[in-house]
């Protein structure tokens, strides 16, 4: 329940505090002093999406605040916590700003929030009912809407089996009807990558093969260079078919070292050294060593060697031109193609299985349809019936309505059923669709009658009303007031109005009132009794706050409306409202 709403720099209202609460709450203002902007202000609370348009003119910034009142362990205040925010008690605040330049920004319990998780909050908080919801009313989906609300939970439960049901369905049929499309597609793809798998195989590549085989051909292609540079060297460091006058590197270092030692004792410096030339010449030895191993490690049959060698390179440039990242692609694909072909190849055992489930999901969705037929049929027949009566209180007394339930060959989501109000205006006439049969007026009436016999089986806390009741006056009129007083039994409810015979049942009565000094306009929102709420009641009936005549008018009314509340409280008091379920709330049906 909204118990209160603060509202700055919202079109024409410079600033205003609605005082809202239990019961029946109606707003009346002349046209133009900004009564919508009170609609508007709950939708920005509720998600709507800002309009810098909204933004009071010369102003940087609009404002919205609202004070809730809820269960503190309910769904809401779950909601409020996941989101980062709190409760005071039982007080939930929500806050939205909409900035001159378009930019918007929503609180929910004391914490910054995206406005997503506001329509999430609302959907949960508040129904809203304008002119376009009259209309959304014509449509077969609103009117579907409106006998599965009826039904209650047990149609809920049954339809969300249906959907789950309906969805895999349309799933496993979706995949099967691609598979089957696809086939000759997807054996040629195959067909391909067989082919492909198999040249891959039969050149085997491995990973760095290519810089491998580039040195050994760079090693074959010079052997006899290699073979003259490795032996030169062997024997300038140590060869034993050298000429006595042509000393090797081995020899020379153990000359060296034998003159040190024979000096050697004559300084002890020289030690060392002979230690060092000694080192060096076994060093060198070993290169020798190394030298001759790795001439007789060359192949005397180089030339067969590299022939193998160059096709081999030959034979994975062919492989490596077809992939844009080379022999490496090459191998990726090896893996990933052979990946898929076993997902292609298993193509005639995935048709098979999927057309044994969507068979059997088939017959499942068919029965839970059937199932959600006769649960709507017979929801359809007391909804007509409760309507008729609500219609017979509206003074729309030889006005019937009729819900048809027509089971459809197609399936969709919410089931194969095509839901129809007909409205039957008077007797002897025949039941037409409200889409052609019903005026505005008519409309008005027919949608709080559905709503107030739908609030009995799935109460919301908050109802409001943006002049629902245009096209209608006077008995009429006041029937409507009266319904909504009902409705103000189990809920709160706001209104917007321009009828008095309207306001007159409302508990609380705010009062949208233009103010302006020539060059700029403000508007304000005043709580109105006594004889201030009689004179604006008298406006509403004659355009003159202050006409005699206008102002006994509105005291009926206001003494019509009294003992009605009277009768109300009593029946209340009997037992005779419907007290909400707990917890958990639906947006409405329009």
């Known amino acids: 329940m909204i118990e209160e709403l603060s509202i700055r720099d919202l079109g024409v209202i410079a600033e205003a505090t609605l005082p809202l609460g239990p019961g029946f709450t109606a707003v009346t203002g002349e046209t133009g002093a900004g009564k919508t902007m009170v609609v508007t202000a709950l939708g920005l609370l509720l998600g709507a999406r800002a309009d810098a348009g909204t933004v009071r003119q010369g102003q940087a910034q609009s404002w919205v605040e609202g004070r809730w009142v809820v269960e503190p362990d309910g769904v809401v205040a779950e909601r409020v916590r996941d989101a980062g925010g709190d409760l005071d008690g039982p007080e939930l605040i929500l806050g939205r700003s909409v900035s001159a330049e378009g930019r918007s920004r929503a609180v929910v319990g004391g914490r910054g929030a995206p406005a997503s998780v506001l329509g999430d909050l609302g959907s949960a908080l508040v129904v809203v009912h304008g002119q376009s919801d009259q209309v959304r009313l014509r449509t077969a989906v609103a009117q579907r809407d409106a006998l599965d609300r009826f039904a209650g939970p047990k149609l809920a439960a049954a339809a969300g089996q249906y959907s789950h049901a309906f969805q895999r369905w349309q799933a496993n049929q979706l995949e099967y009807d691609r598979l089957v499309a696809e086939r000759e597609l997807r054996a040629r793809e195959a067909d391909e990558l067989r082919a492909a798998i198999a040249e891959i195989e039969a050149v085997a590549p491995q990973p760095g093969e290519e810089s491998e085989l580039t040195g050994r051909a760079e090693r074959l292609g010079n052997l006899e260079e290699l073979r003259v540079g490795a032996e030169s060297a062997r024997q300038l460091i140590s060869a034993e078919d050298n000429p006595d006058d042509v000393p090797d590197v081995v020899a020379l270092l153990e000359s060296a070292r034998r003159t040190l030692e024979r000096v050697a004792e004559h300084d002890a410096e020289l030690a060392p050294l002979a230690e060092g030339l000694a080192n060096t010449g076994f060093l060198v030895a070993d290169i020798a060593a190394q030298l ?11 030339a067969r060697e590299l022939e193998i060698v160059q096709e081999r390179r030959a034979g994975l440039t062919a492989l490596a031109r077809k992939y844009v990242g080379g022999i490496d692609e090459a191998l990726e694909y090896l893996d990933t193609g052979s990946a898929r072909l076993l997902e292609l190849d298993g193509d005639s055992e995935r048709i098979d299985e999927l057309r044994g489930e969507a068979d059997v999901d088939h017959a499942l969705v068919d029965k839970l349809a059937t199932a959600l037929t006769a649960l709507r049929t017979k929801a359809a027949a007391k909804l007509g019936s409760a309507v008729t009566a609500e219609l017979a209180a509206l003074a729309m007394p030889d006005a019937s309505l009729v819900v048809t339930v027509e089971s459809k060959p197609e399936y969709t989501l919410n089931g194969r059923d095509l839901v129809t109000i007909l409205l039957q205006p008077h007797a002897g006439a025949s039941p037409r669709p409200l889409g052609r049969g019903a005026s505005g007026g008519e409309l008005s009436r027919v949608m709080l009658a559905i709503e107030v016999v739908i609030n009995a089986t799935d109460p919301v806390p908050t109802f409001v009303f943006d002049e629902v009741d245009a096209g209608i006056g006077g008995a009429a009129a006041i029937e409507i007031g009266r319904r909504l007083a009902r409705l103000a039994e189990t809920a709160q409810v706001i209104v917007v109005t321009h009828l008095a015979q309207v306001a007159a049942f409302a508990t609380n009565h705010l009062s949208v009132v233009k103010d302006s000094d020539g060059s700029v306009t403000a508007s304000s929102v005043q709580q109105l009794t006594g004889d201030a709420r009689a004179a604006e009641m008298a406006r509403l009936l004659s355009g003159l706050p202050d006409s ?10 206001l003494a019509l409306a009294g003992t009605a509340a009277s009768v ?11 007290e909400p379920r707990g917890g958990k709330y639906e947006r409405g049906l329009f």
Not at 292 to 301: C, F, I, K, W
């Open 292 to 302: 001759s191993s790795y001439l007789a490690g060359l192949d005397a049959d180089g």
């Open 548 to 557: 005699q005549s206008g102002l006994e008018h509105a005291r009926e009314l």
């Open 568 to 578: 109300s409280a009593v029946s209340a008091a009997a037992g005779a409202t419907i």
